[in-house]
């Protein structure tokens, strides 16, 4: 096989930057991640090809799918370039008239562009959409940009140039220091520096080593992952070769949910590009060096994102964490020294090589640098994947990038870093983004799932809700987890459904001391974290659910009682027609009155009243 | 190289480099409780019972798993330490059945032994009623779920000591439990029933069929002894009690180290079996009937000497015994030479 | 053994075969026989259990185990058709606890159960990573977003 | 032992061959698996030899320095070539290579039972794995070695103790004067001058009339002795036998006079394993009323024919030991103190030896290591078209030896209550039965009605039947052709039919 050459890389670089700006031809990047396959981009991009052949545009109009765009509640979604317009939620019957009014007229159609949630006004510009303006898409640099099944489109986008760099230009030991020099932290949650991790198992002599992926993104309420393994596959390889370079590894597994299928086959279809250019496998660039990768997937195990259960799980065992020591660094992956990185941090490696680390690390807070990838989600306008810089408060990412709270209701807490992590109330919005100050208030970084949740959420439900996730997902080896997260859960069962003792705080707070400090892995150690934040944040609502027998949020049914506040209502009898169990008595014209008796607290009348007037 | 030194509870003591802080303790009779730690295994780190503090570490660390290191400070019972071993213990006691009352292990039980010293109960917390019921399927051994505290000894003891592979963790979480093939009852498995987990379980969860009724383990006498069976030479306490072998475990010691197999563990009810010869036979008549000592011995020496003196000492031979002891292969054999005066002596080592 | 099991085709032997034979050499890769066997059968029957240990040599207790352990593995047959609810918590949030409790109502299952003429079988799983659509449902594969309780039976009526 | 075995192999990565007729369950964790015709060992173990001499994997060195007879050893070898052996024993050749590659590579074990010893060939069988363990300087070595698994518990002993036709305590030769004149001073008698019979020999002269009395200890020949047909015939014929057992046996039951013995679990003494290990052996309880210990009964009968066999009547075991090592240097440093927590293996000449783990270290105990030629000879009977089924015999994990012992427990008879025919789908497809079937299975000496166990451990063409049960005696059928040598019985190959036994 003849070997790749930079040169080469930079031509096809050239190339593909003339053909987008080649001059008469549109681009229109269609959203192909799962979200938009959900909602129906397929179909839309098979009726574009379809009406723009109708017109004869074939030459002027190139359709490319992408990966995630990120603004995911808005699928089916597109860009148009170089027009730099968004057009969103579209459908099939819309696109005659996309194709006939901006294709063929150069009328962007502006009832399909973005609406801003506060304004109410339509945005014509893309790069003018608040939630894609205020962002800064280093690790996200290709979304919605590149066909992720064409690596001509990533080489187009400086793609493997920091390879060819690392494997031309540079020592290990030289890429250990600029993946120390940029600062960047694992982006899994944990925040470990990866320059260190890297030095760790370079240092350690052995003839195979593993740079593994973990891509088993389990927290609840986290999609990034999947979101860049849709949208720009090879970034990941790209960062894995390099870490491999840097560790002298010769074999790499991504290890992958198979909840995420799209994501599974684009990944294999860049590994199989990449080994055809010969950036993957024997003698890569012709330097020597080998290293291939395989797709491992796993089978449904949250556990299995604990570093020593993903490797047990890849060994085809039980993914039960072991005690470390002994580290991956020394013993890992069949006992060989392994390193493991998530999905995010790897993406960002062939930037870092190819900027350097000082670039890297002129963005963020002291201790964070560079940028970190969240996917916003829960009750907030703007649903989707953002990426800012470390540094940026919690609320420009809730308010400016989010559009704020739907349904003018009042933002009560944000959820950071799944099971690991804890709630953040509203008088705390203004914290930023950062490994240490997030952890000040009680959460952590964690993988960046951000779930923002207004008043009608009950935090203690919340605090419920994370700790039977603990409890389905705990492995079962260590005590404390096993049975005292089950405990926990069997407490705060009790008091969402009425039945909570005096007691039951203290013991509460005694589990979780025991848990966190005595547990095996970091499952354990930090299951307590949701409940403990919630008590630290809305002990109050604990306190109702226990002494007042109240759930103030109205979530916990038994321990609400439905009644309409009779000066907001408006009469219109909604709340009767929803009712299953007809608890709910109304008249035309007459104030409705619910009988409390009949009422089985399925809360479809609170939901259904226009007017907030059942509480 | 300076020597390597840490301090517990305050006092300090060398190690060498790979021993665990368990192992220095142990070493010097500093008591640390475990449940799950399997001597010849590889710790699993499973109970976290034996946690103790190490000045600047941000948690708890399980002594089995982590390493001495030079200047560590440990303390393997302050507040925080006890304090974490009474909620695992609570956690333990109020999930299943711990009755202590009607359990075989009784007096021989870790759980217990900790229960007491650490004064815990699991009366804050509801019990949770047994998920599994007990497999009494085999002729050997009873497994009682509800008794069972995950500790995993079991199977290390199968797989890492045995190499038998037969039974593993089943399912997880709070659902976990130990399973022999497809979590089906121990006689339906691949088991050999080598006893090994009955052994090393250190609760009731398992205990040898019809155990109750019986002594328990703490109240006999144990003999060592060699095993009696294959020339492998086990190492093996009799448990007795009232002149009868009532069990039998492994003594740790070569070449067995704890192990037997089935047959040393539970093939020794031919001792105290009722079948057993108590008296001499003679034939008369053609019909084996029961003689006095005396009267036998008698015959036997009188027809002997009858034989040396008629047809000479080589028409008589002996057949000792590859079951005796050495002591009586010599004695036998020096019979059939000094006293009968042959050498026409043989044993079953061709069969 | 083989050719006893009544959930298992001879067709669908010689396929759990040449899934064996593909993988026994590589280290590690019971999860991916796992994974494929049951494309083929559906679940785990215990002849199904025992059969892919002998082949890939690894003992039975400890296939069980990891079948057990992985939610992806079921030790029940399955229905024709799977519906996955998202139980993460953008979808919770949003009301996937409804969503689950009218389905359980109108089909009589509870999560981790099938119905009885096996046209469905219900589960509530870990995040899919479509929050942006929840609360999020997959049925056989397809992923539907903003499900509520209301609409989520007119989605099922299609499968049959 | 066997967990050791399998510890080494899955945690520390240690290879197994394993050579077989059966596919037994440890070939599961073996890399190569030898299934050899049975009774053609001495082909493969030639041909493993042939390959590593080809591929020159031998220890020359070794070799050269601490063997002799190597040039006409290494000249016998060249008509084993892995071809042949494919041909007689059925390995392919591949398995061949991969099997002498692994063990030539490195410090490599070997390891047997009576696979090995039970056949008319079990003398040459053993040479030719001494030859091979010598042919790449694998014996005296840590982790190398030749290491026969000794069946019964005390073989070793019994041996070592000289209840053996030729030889005294420590293997001193009964022909040689100096170590008799040796044992006639110690024991202050004169003693016979020629070789003895083996057990064999004696139930040989039994049928010619030229034996007359049997004492007979612990054995039970009825059921353990091949060809039983034939030894229950010498024991119903020997004019007086006497039977010293803890069961009645069902050779007791043929006894004249018959001897309630005290079982190990009653007495002090010492057993020698597998691997010459002095162990203690203490009492636990006491004999059932009217039981007495070996060493006891047979002081009485010394006594009652006039002798003192030992001081105390051979109560005090202590006693007789130190009479006993007193005439066996190789256990001359033991004590019963010595030996207290951990045994010692022998030899142990003095009080200042540890004991001697392994034998040959140095130099071989005899200086030179001799290579002896062997050359393959077929076993006794092979299949033919009357009884076209080889039939081999062994032990099942839950019994021991004749079940005198092991039956007696609930646990291990419900775990392995009788005997059975294990035999191949194919084979009892061409026979018509099924699982669980009643069959006969005979042979030109006998036949036994056994169960049919369709099982994977069997390989087409060979059965197997364990030889516990005395109802289904294995041994009725076996053949008693023995090595010449060692005089063991071939028991692990005879040609037997099978036909259904209707209800």
């Given at each position: 096989?003849?070997?790749?050459?930079?040169?080469?890389?930079?031509?096809?670089?050239?190339?593909?930057?003339a053909r987008?700006?080649q001059?008469h031809?549109r681009?229109?990047?269609?959203?192909?991640g799962?979200?938009?396959?959900?909602?129906?981009?397929?179909?839309?991009?098979?009726?574009?090809?379809?009406?723009?052949?109708?017109?004869?545009?074939?030459?002027?109009?190139?359709?490319?799918?992408?990966?995630?765009?990120?603004f995911?509640?808005?699928?089916?979604?597109?860009?148009?370039h170089?027009?730099?317009?968004?057009?969103?939620?579209?459908?099939?019957?819309?696109?005659?008239?996309?194709?006939?009014?901006?294709?063929?007229?150069?009328?962007?159609v502006?009832?399909?562009?973005?609406?801003?949630?506060?304004s109410?006004?339509?945005?014509?510009?893309f790069?003018?959409?608040?939630?894609?303006?205020?962002?800064?898409?280093?690790t996200?640099?290709?979304?919605?940009?590149i066909?992720?099944?064409?690596?001509?489109?990533?080489?187009?986008?400086?793609?493997?140039?920091?390879l060819?760099?690392?494997?031309?230009?540079?020592e290990p030991?030289?890429?250990?220091?600029?993946?120390?020099?940029s600062?960047?932290?694992?982006?899994?949650?944990?925040?470990?520096p990866?320059?260190?991790?890297?030095?760790?198992?370079?240092?350690?002599?052995?003839?195979?080593?593993?740079?593994?992926?973990?891509?088993?993104?389990?927290?609840?309420?986290?999609?990034?992952?999947?979101?860049i393994?849709?949208?720009d596959?090879?970034?990941?390889?790209?960062?894995?070769?390099?870490?491999?370079?840097?560790?002298?590894?010769?074999?790499?597994?991504i290890?992958?949910?198979?909840?995420?299928?799209?994501?599974?086959?684009r990944?294999?279809?860049?590994?199989?590009?990449?080994?055809s250019?010969?950036l993957l496998?024997e003698?890569?660039?012709?330097?020597?060096?080998?290293f291939?990768?395989?797709?491992y997937?796993g089978?449904?195990?949250f556990?299995?994102?604990?570093?020593?259960?993903?490797?047990?799980?890849?060994e085809?065992?039980?993914?039960?964490?072991?005690?470390?020591?002994?580290?991956?660094?020394?013993?890992?992956?069949?006992?060989?020294?392994?390193?493991?990185?998530?999905?995010?941090?790897?993406a960002?490696?062939?930037?870092?090589?190819?900027?350097?680390?000082k670039?890297?690390?002129?963005?963020?807070?002291?201790?964070?640098?560079?940028?970190?990838?969240?996917?916003?989600?829960?009750?907030?306008?703007n649903?989707?994947?953002?990426?800012v810089?470390?540094?940026?408060?919690?609320?420009?990412?809730?308010?400016?990038i989010?559009?704020?709270?739907?349904?003018?209701?009042?933002?009560?807490a944000?959820?950071?870093?799944?099971?690991?992590g804890?709630?953040?109330?509203?008088?705390?919005?203004?914290?930023?983004?950062?490994?240490?100050?997030?952890?000040?208030?009680?959460?952590?970084?964690?993988?960046?799932?951000?779930?923002?949740?207004?008043?009608?959420?009950c935090?203690v439900?919340?605090?419920?809700?994370?700790?039977?996730?603990?409890q389905?997902?705990?492995?079962?080896?260590?005590?404390?987890?096993?049975?005292?997260?089950?405990?926990?859960?069997?407490?705060?069962e009790?008091?969402?459904?009425?039945?909570?003792?005096p007691?039951?705080?203290?013991?509460?707070?005694?589990?979780?001391?025991?848990?966190?400090?005595s547990?095996?892995?970091?499952?354990?150690?930090?299951a307590?974290n949701?409940?403990?934040?919630?008590?630290?944040?809305?002990?109050?609502?604990?306190?109702?659910?226990?002494?007042?027998?109240?759930?103030?949020?109205k979530?916990?049914?038994?321990?609400v009682?439905?009644?309409?506040?009779?000066?907001?209502?408006?009469?219109?009898?909604?709340?009767?027609?929803?009712?299953?169990?007809?608890?709910?008595?109304?008249?035309?014209?007459?104030?409705a009155?619910?009988?409390?008796?009949?009422?089985?607290?399925?809360?479809?009348?609170?939901?259904?009243?226009?007017?907030?007037?059942?509480? | 190289?300076?020597?390597?030194e840490?301090?517990?509870?305050?006092?300090?003591?060398?190690?060498?480099q790979?021993?665990?802080?368990?192992d220095?303790?142990?070493?010097?009779?500093?008591?640390?409780?475990?449940?799950?730690?399997?001597?010849?295994?590889?710790?699993?780190?499973a109970?976290?019972?034996?946690?103790?503090?190490?000045?600047?570490?941000?948690?708890l660390?399980?002594?089995?798993?982590?390493?001495?290191?030079?200047?560590?400070?440990?303390?393997?019972e302050?507040?925080?330490?006890?304090?974490?071993?009474?909620?695992?213990?609570?956690?333990?006691?109020s999930?299943?059945?711990?009755d202590?009352?009607?359990?075989?292990?009784?007096?021989?039980?870790?759980?217990q032994?900790?229960?007491?010293?650490?004064?815990?109960?699991?009366?804050?917390?509801?019990?949770?009623?047994?998920?599994?019921?007990?497999?009494?399927?085999?002729?050997?051994?009873?497994?009682?779920?509800?008794?069972?505290?995950?500790?995993?000894?079991?199977?290390?003891a199968?797989?890492?000591?045995?190499v038998?592979?037969?039974i593993?963790?089943?399912?997880?979480g709070s659902?976990?439990?130990?399973?022999?093939?497809?979590?089906?009852?121990?006689?339906?498995?691949?088991?050999?029933?080598?006893?090994?987990?009955?052994?090393?379980?250190?609760?009731?969860?398992?205990?040898?069929?019809?155990?109750r009724?019986?002594?328990?383990i703490?109240?006999?006498?144990?003999?060592?002894?060699?095993?009696?069976?294959?020339?492998?030479?086990?190492?093996?306490?009799?448990?007795?009690?009232?002149?009868?072998?009532?069990?039998?475990?492994?003594?740790?010691?070569?070449?067995?180290?704890?192990s037997l197999?089935?047959?040393?563990?539970?093939?020794?009810?031919?001792?105290?079996?009722?079948?057993?010869?108590?008296?001499?036979?003679i034939r008369?008549?053609g019909?084996?009937?029961?003689?006095?000592?005396?009267?036998?011995?008698?015959?036997?020496?009188?027809?002997?000497?009858?034989?040396?003196?008629?047809?000479g000492a080589?028409?008589?031979?002996?057949?000792?015994?590859?079951?005796?002891?050495?002591?009586?292969n010599y004695?036998?054999?020096k019979?059939?030479r000094?006293?009968i005066?042959?050498?026409?002596?043989?044993?079953?080592?061709?069969? | 053994?083989?050719?006893?099991s009544e959930?298992?085709?001879?067709?669908?032997?010689?396929?759990?075969?040449?899934?064996i034979?593909?993988?026994?050499?590589?280290?590690?890769?019971?999860?991916?026989?796992?994974?494929?066997?049951?494309?083929?059968?559906?679940w785990?029957?215990?002849?199904?259990?025992?059969?892919?240990?002998?082949?890939m040599?690894?003992?039975?207790?400890?296939?069980?185990?990891?079948?057990?352990?992985y939610?992806?593995f079921s030790?029940?047959?399955?229905?024709?058709?799977?519906?996955?609810?998202?139980?993460g918590?953008?979808?919770y949030?949003?009301?996937?606890?409804?969503?689950?409790?009218?389905?359980?109502?109108?089909y009589?299952?509870?999560?981790?159960?099938?119905t009885?003429?096996?046209r469905?079988?219900?589960?509530?799983?870990?995040?899919?990573?479509?929050?942006?659509?929840a609360p999020?449902?997959?049925?056989n594969?397809?992923v539907h977003g903003?499900?509520?309780?209301?609409?989520?039976?007119?989605?099922?009526e299609?499968?049959? | 032992?066997?967990?050791?075995?399998?510890?080494?192999?899955?945690?520390h990565?240690?290879?197994?061959?394993?050579?077989?007729?059966?596919?037994?369950?440890?070939?599961?964790?073996?890399?190569?698996?030898l299934?050899?015709?049975?009774?053609?060992?001495?082909?493969?173990?030639?041909?493993?030899?042939?390959i590593?001499l080809r591929d020159?994997l031998?220890?020359?060195?070794?070799?050269?320095?601490?063997t002799?007879?190597?040039?006409?050893?290494?000249?016998s070898?060249?008509?084993?070539?892995?071809?042949?052996?494919e041909?007689?024993?059925?390995?392919?050749?591949?398995?061949?290579?991969k099997a002498?590659?692994?063990?030539?590579?490195?410090?490599?074990?070997?390891?047997?039972?009576?696979?090995?010893?039970?056949?008319?060939?079990?003398t040459?069988?053993?040479?030719a794995?001494?030859?091979?363990a010598?042919?790449?300087?694998?014996?005296?070595?840590?982790?190398?070695?030749?290491?026969?698994?000794?069946?019964?518990?005390?073989?070793?002993?019994?041996?070592?103790?000289?209840?053996?036709?030729?030889?005294?305590?420590?293997?001193?030769?009964?022909?040689?004067?100096?170590?008799?004149?040796r044992?006639?001073?110690?024991?202050d008698?004169?003693?016979?001058?020629?070789?003895?019979?083996?057990s064999?020999?004696?139930f040989?002269?039994?049928?010619?009339?030229?034996?007359?009395?049997l004492?007979?200890?612990?054995?039970?020949?009825?059921?353990?002795?091949?060809?039983?047909?034939?030894?229950?015939?010498?024991?119903?014929?020997?004019?007086?036998?006497?039977?010293?057992?803890i069961?009645?046996?069902?050779?007791?039951?043929l006894?004249?006079?018959?001897?309630?013995?005290?079982?190990?679990?009653?007495?002090?003494?010492?057993?020698?394993?597998?691997?010459?290990?002095?162990?203690?052996?203490?009492?636990?309880?006491?004999?059932?009323?009217g039981?007495?210990?070996d060493?006891?009964?047979?002081?009485?009968?010394?006594?009652?024919?006039g002798?003192?066999?030992?001081?105390?009547?051979?109560?005090?075991?202590?006693?007789?030991?130190?009479?006993?090592?007193?005439?066996?240097?190789?256990?001359?440093?033991l004590?019963?103190?010595?030996?207290?927590?951990?045994?010692?293996?022998?030899?142990?000449?003095?009080?200042e030896?540890?004991?001697?783990?392994i034998?040959?270290?140095?130099?071989?105990?005899?200086?030179?290591?001799?290579?002896?030629?062997?050359?393959?000879?077929?076993?006794?009977?092979?299949?033919?078209?009357?009884y076209?089924?080889i039939?081999?015999?062994?032990?099942?994990?839950?019994?021991?030896?004749?079940g005198?012992?092991?039956?007696?427990?609930?646990?291990?008879y419900?775990?392995?209550?009788?005997a059975?025919?294990?035999?191949?789908?194919?084979?009892?497809?061409?026979?018509?039965?099924?699982?669980?079937?009643?069959?006969?299975?005979?042979?030109?000496?006998?036949?036994?009605e056994?169960?049919?166990?369709l099982?994977e451990?069997?390989v087409?063409?060979?059965?197997?039947?364990?030889f516990?049960?005395?109802?289904?005696?294995?041994?009725?059928?076996?053949?008693?052709?023995?090595?010449?040598?060692?005089?063991i019985?071939?028991?692990?190959?005879?040609?037997?039919?099978?036909?259904?036994?209707?209800?």
């Amino acid at each position: 096989m003849t070997h790749i050459t930079p040169t080469k890389l930079e031509a096809m670089r050239k190339e593909y930057a003339a053909r987008l700006t080649q001059p008469h031809i549109r681009h229109l990047f269609i959203c192909g991640g799962t979200g938009c396959h959900a909602t129906g981009s397929l179909k839309v991009k098979d009726a574009l090809h379809e009406e723009i052949a109708k017109h004869g545009l074939e030459e002027k109009v190139r359709v490319v799918e992408t990966g995630c765009n990120g603004f995911c509640a808005l699928g089916p979604l597109m860009v148009v370039h170089p027009d730099n317009v968004f057009y969103q939620k579209m459908t099939v019957d819309d696109v005659a008239e996309i194709v006939s009014e901006h294709l063929v007229h150069e009328k962007p159609v502006e009832r399909l562009m973005y609406k801003d949630p506060q304004s109410k006004k339509r945005v014509p510009l893309f790069s003018d959409i608040p939630f894609f303006a205020l962002q800064k898409p280093w690790t996200l640099r290709n979304k919605g940009i590149i066909n992720p099944e064409s690596i001509e489109d990533y080489i187009g986008r400086e793609g493997y140039m920091g390879l060819s760099k690392v494997l031309l230009e540079m020592e290990p030991s030289q890429i250990i220091d600029e993946m120390k020099a940029s600062g960047i932290r694992g982006r899994g949650g944990a925040g470990f520096p990866t320059g260190m991790k890297w030095s760790f198992a370079a240092q350690n002599d052995s003839d195979i080593k593993y740079v593994l992926c973990n891509a088993d993104e389990g927290d609840p309420g986290a999609f990034m992952d999947r979101s860049i393994l849709e949208a720009d596959p090879h970034a990941v390889l790209e960062g894995m070769t390099i870490a491999a370079r840097a560790i002298n590894a010769t074999e790499g597994y991504i290890y992958c949910r198979s909840e995420y299928p799209l994501a599974i086959k684009r990944v294999q279809i860049a590994i199989d590009q990449a080994r055809s250019l010969g950036l993957l496998g024997e003698n890569i660039m012709g330097t020597g060096f080998s290293f291939d990768i395989s797709i491992y997937q796993g089978a449904g195990a949250f556990v299995c994102g604990e570093e020593t259960a993903l490797m047990r799980s890849i060994e085809g065992k039980r993914g039960m964490p072991i005690p470390r020591p002994p580290f991956p660094a020394a013993q890992g992956l069949w006992k060989k020294p392994t390193i493991l990185n998530n999905v995010e941090t790897l993406a960002n490696v062939g930037q870092i090589m190819l900027n350097g680390g000082k670039w890297y690390s002129s963005v963020g807070t002291e201790n964070s640098k560079g940028t970190k990838v969240f996917a916003l989600s829960g009750d907030v306008n703007n649903i989707g994947l953002v990426e800012v810089p470390m540094g940026t408060s919690l609320r420009s990412i809730v308010y400016d990038i989010g559009g704020g709270i739907p349904k003018k209701r009042k933002l009560k807490a944000v959820q950071l870093g799944g099971p690991s992590g804890g709630c953040i109330p509203e008088d705390h919005m203004d914290v930023v983004v950062d490994y240490e100050e997030i952890a000040k208030v009680g959460a952590i970084m964690g993988s960046g799932g951000v779930i923002v949740m207004d008043d009608k959420t009950c935090m203690v439900d919340m605090a419920r809700f994370f700790l039977e996730f603990i409890q389905e997902e705990s492995c079962g080896k260590c005590t404390p987890c096993r049975e005292g997260t089950r405990r926990q859960l069997e407490i705060l069962e009790r008091i969402c459904e009425g039945h909570g003792k005096p007691e039951d705080i203290t013991l509460i707070e005694e589990l979780s001391e025991m848990i966190t400090a005595s547990a095996l892995c970091g499952l354990g150690q930090t299951a307590s974290n949701p409940v403990l934040s919630v008590l630290r944040h809305f002990r109050n609502e604990f306190e109702a659910h226990i002494f007042d027998k109240k759930c103030p949020a109205k979530r916990c049914p038994a321990l609400v009682e439905f009644k309409v506040i009779d000066e907001r209502c408006k009469k219109c009898g909604k709340c009767a027609a929803v009712c299953p169990v007809g608890a709910v008595e109304w008249q035309k014209k007459e104030v409705a009155k619910i009988n409390t008796e009949a009422c089985v607290q399925c809360m479809s009348c609170y939901s259904a009243c226009p007017f907030d007037a059942i509480d | 190289m300076s020597t390597l030194e840490l301090t517990i509870n305050g006092k300090g003591y060398a190690f060498t480099q790979g021993e665990t802080i368990l192992d220095v303790a142990c070493r010097n009779d500093i008591v640390i409780p475990t449940l799950c730690h399997l001597k010849n295994t590889t710790p699993t780190g499973a109970c976290r019972m034996c946690v103790v503090e190490v000045k600047g570490a941000r948690s708890l660390v399980a002594s089995c798993t982590v390493p001495a290191s030079a200047g560590m400070e440990v303390q393997t019972e302050s507040p925080s330490v006890v304090k974490s071993r009474k909620m695992n213990l609570e956690l333990l006691l109020s999930s299943g059945s711990h009755d202590c009352l009607l359990c075989p292990a009784s007096g021989d039980c870790r759980l217990q032994d900790l229960a007491f010293k650490y004064n815990a109960t699991g009366k804050r917390f509801e019990r949770t009623k047994p998920k599994y019921s007990p497999d009494v399927s085999n002729p050997f051994l009873i497994r009682d779920f509800s008794k069972c505290i995950l500790c995993g000894r079991c199977v290390q003891a199968c797989k890492d000591v045995q190499v038998n592979n037969a039974i593993d963790y089943g399912y997880r979480g709070s659902d976990a439990k130990i399973i022999a093939k497809c979590d089906l009852p121990l006689g339906d498995s691949d088991c050999v029933f080598c006893g090994e987990c009955l052994q090393v379980c250190p609760v009731g969860a398992l205990t040898l069929k019809k155990a109750r009724q019986k002594p328990r383990i703490c109240e006999t006498e144990a003999v060592r002894t060699t095993c009696a069976y294959c020339g492998v030479g086990c190492q093996m306490n009799l448990h007795v009690k009232d002149n009868v072998v009532q069990m039998v475990t492994g003594a740790d010691a070569v070449p067995n180290h704890g192990s037997l197999c089935v047959k040393g563990r539970f093939g020794m009810q031919f001792i105290n079996s009722p079948e057993r010869l108590t008296t001499p036979l003679i034939r008369k008549d053609g019909e084996l009937v029961p003689a006095e000592w005396d009267e036998a011995l008698g015959l036997v020496a009188e027809k002997l000497g009858t034989y040396k003196a008629e047809n000479g000492a080589d028409s008589i031979g002996v057949l000792a015994s590859a079951r005796c002891t050495n002591e009586e292969n010599y004695l036998f054999q020096k019979f059939a030479r000094a006293v009968i005066g042959t050498n026409n002596v043989d044993h079953c080592a061709r069969y | 053994m083989s050719c006893c099991s009544e959930e298992i085709s001879q067709e669908m032997w010689s396929e759990v075969d040449s899934v064996i034979e593909r993988h026994r050499e590589t280290p590690g890769a019971l999860i991916t026989v796992l994974r494929e066997a049951q494309d083929v059968v559906g679940w785990f029957p215990q002849a199904l259990i025992e059969y892919i240990a002998k082949g890939m040599n690894i003992p039975a207790s400890d296939v069980f185990g990891v079948v057990s352990f992985y939610s992806l593995f079921s030790l029940t047959p399955k229905g024709r058709n799977s519906i996955k609810v998202c139980t993460g918590t953008a979808c919770y949030v949003k009301g996937a606890r409804e969503v689950i409790g009218r389905i359980s109502g109108e089909y009589g299952i509870a999560e981790g159960e099938t119905t009885e003429d096996r046209r469905f079988d219900l589960e509530g799983v870990r995040c899919v990573g479509a929050c942006g659509l929840a609360p999020a449902m997959v049925i056989n594969g397809d992923v539907h977003g903003d499900v509520t309780a209301d609409s989520v039976l007119k989605i099922l009526e299609k499968y049959s | 032992m066997g967990a050791a075995l399998k510890r080494a192999i899955t945690q520390h990565g240690t290879k197994l061959i394993v050579s077989d007729p059966r596919n037994i369950d440890v070939v599961r964790f073996a890399d190569v698996w030898l299934r050899s015709q049975p009774g053609t060992d001495v082909i493969w173990i030639n041909t493993l030899a042939h390959i590593i001499l080809r591929d020159g994997l031998h220890n020359q060195e070794y070799i050269d320095e601490r063997t002799e007879n190597f040039t006409a050893y290494s000249q016998s070898l060249a008509k084993f070539t892995p071809e042949y052996a494919e041909k007689k024993c059925g390995i392919p050749v591949a398995e061949l290579e991969k099997a002498a590659h692994l063990y030539a590579k490195g410090r490599s074990a070997i390891l047997y039972c009576m696979g090995i010893t039970q056949h008319v060939s079990g003398t040459d069988n053993v040479k030719a794995l001494a030859n091979l363990a010598m042919l790449c300087g694998n014996i005296g070595i840590q982790g190398g070695g030749l290491n026969p698994l000794r069946g019964q518990n005390n073989v070793q002993g019994a041996c070592d103790m000289g209840a053996l036709p030729t030889t005294y305590p420590a293997y001193g030769k009964v022909i040689d004067e100096s170590v008799r004149a040796r044992f006639e001073a110690a024991w202050d008698v004169k003693l016979s001058e020629s070789n003895g019979m083996t057990s064999r020999q004696m139930f040989d002269a039994v049928d010619a009339g030229t034996l007359n009395a049997l004492y007979l200890i612990g054995e039970n020949p009825v059921v353990s002795h091949a060809d039983s047909a034939h030894a229950v015939h010498c024991l119903e014929k020997i004019p007086f036998l006497v039977v010293q057992d803890i069961f009645l046996t069902e050779t007791a039951k043929l006894a004249d006079v018959v001897l309630p013995a005290a079982c190990f679990a009653e007495k002090n003494g010492t057993f020698t394993n597998t691997e010459r290990r002095v162990q203690r052996v203490r009492k636990a309880v006491t004999a059932p009323q009217g039981a007495r210990d070996d060493a006891q009964i047979v002081c009485d009968i010394a006594a009652k024919m006039g002798t003192e066999l030992i001081q105390d009547n051979g109560e005090n075991a202590a006693a007789v030991f130190d009479e006993m090592v007193s005439v066996t240097p190789s256990y001359g440093g033991l004590t019963y103190s010595r030996i207290d927590e951990t045994g010692i293996q022998w030899p142990c000449p003095d009080t200042e030896s540890k004991g001697t783990p392994i034998l040959h270290a140095e130099k071989f105990v005899c200086g030179k290591g001799k290579f002896h030629e062997v050359d393959f000879v077929a076993p006794a009977e092979e299949a033919d078209e009357e009884y076209p089924l080889i039939l081999t015999t062994g032990r099942v994990l839950y019994q021991y030896h004749t079940g005198t012992m092991t039956r007696k427990s609930t646990g291990l008879y419900a775990k392995a209550p009788a005997a059975y025919l294990e035999i191949s789908r194919n084979d009892a497809a061409a026979y018509n039965v099924n699982d669980g079937d009643r069959v006969k299975v005979s042979s030109r000496r006998g036949a036994i009605e056994v169960s049919v166990q369709l099982s994977e451990k069997a390989v087409d063409g060979t059965v197997f039947i364990p030889f516990h049960f005395a109802e289904a005696a294995a041994n009725v059928l076996t053949n008693s052709a023995a090595c010449p040598e060692s005089g063991i019985a071939e028991v692990k190959v005879c040609a037997v039919t099978i036909e259904p036994v209707g209800d």
